[in-house]
């Protein structure tokens, strides 16, 4: 399951409220990249502690913020940072 915001335009409005007219798509056998971050808990408020996920389907042509997913199989890379700056 990925959830995508629509397009935002001027006067932006706060993160609170574009979330709230997030589209819900369910993507059944695809194939594509999951990409992402993991926040810790005592950064929390720079952003939300925890794992942040995207999903971009193979073709490019959908994804969004991925919130459920199972995998038949894959390949994990990682990326260590040491500090914010």
Partial sequence: MA???????????????????????????????????????????IGAAGFHLHFLRQDRQAGGHALDYRLRSGKVRFAQGAAFR
């Fill in 3 to 45: 959830y995508s915001m629509k397009r935002q335009t001027r006067p932006f409005p706060p993160l609170t409220e574009a979330a709230k007219q997030q589209a819900e798509k369910v993507f059944t056998n695809v194939q594509g990249t999951l990409a992402g971050f993991r926040t810790p808990v005592y950064a929390q408020g």
